[in-house]
T-cell receptor, first 112, second 115 residues
């Protein structure tokens, strides 16, 4: 079936460094959502991207949707210890009845 | 407070036993979902329901069953036919309509261990 691939699986950074996680699909996505899961917690919705080339910002977080709607990225500027957790992208395909397909997630650890 | 509750938080069962995981929401959401999460993997969809008395199989429905008799409740039964049931199970809900455009609200999850 159709998949959403997410890299890297793990990222260890020093506090203050930047962080980026990428999601890719071989098929055009209708939309993509991003979630954050803190250690021991449950996923929490961050944002949704729908339009080709869309860029959205939330404080230090920048989300992008590719022009072809096949890739997306989440960039965190100047990471803080509160950013620790696993970030998931989740995309929908036009022929999949609206189901969200989650990427494998990127686990971010931040060293103070 | 509105939200999604799942119980219990931890569940232990012997191999060969069926077990039912509870999921209740008071958000007045039409759509509800069950996901399975394994270490190092993303969430995989087991079943989903867009309306009461209707539900569809997700990507890994084998060995699982659900019911949706009430809008607020979407219990998941892990049957003995599920070959590898030990996992973290997450329930979610979203408003109705074109549901893949709606954010999903997740419950705290149930960690099932089959001994």
């Amino acid at each position: 079936g159709q998949q959403v691939m997410q890299i890297p699986q793990y990222q260890h950074v020093q506090e203050g460094e930047d962080f980026t996680t990428y999601c890719n699909s071989s098929t055009t996505l209708s939309n993509i959502q991003w979630y954050k899961q803190r250690p021991g917690g449950h996923p929490v919705f961050l944002i949704q991207l729908v339009k080709s080339g869309e860029v959205k910002k939330q404080k230090r977080l920048t989300f992008q949707f590719g022009e072809a709607k096949k890739n997306s990225s989440l960039h965190i500027t100047a990471t803080q210890t509160t950013d620790v957790g696993t970030y998931f992208c989740a995309g929908s395909f036009y022929n999949q009845g609206g189901k969200l397909i989650f990427g494998q997630g990127t686990e971010l650890s931040v060293k103070p | 407070d509105g939200g999604i509750t799942q119980s219990p938080k931890y569940l232990f069962r012997k191999e060969g036993q069926n077990v039912t995981l509870s999921c209740e929401q008071n958000l007045n959401h039409d759509a509800m979902y069950w996901y399975r999460q394994d270490p190092g993997q993303g969430l995989r969809l087991i079943y989903y329901s867009q309306i009461v008395n209707d539900f569809q199989k997700g990507d890994i429905a084998e060995g699982y069953s659900v019911s949706r008799e009430k809008k607020e409740s979407f219990p998941l039964t892990v049957t003995s036919a599920q070959k590898n049931p030990t996992a973290f199970y997450l329930c979610a809900s979203s408003v109705g309509g074109t549901f893949h455009y709606n954010e999903q609200f997740f419950g705290p999850g149930t960690r099932l261990t089959v001994l």
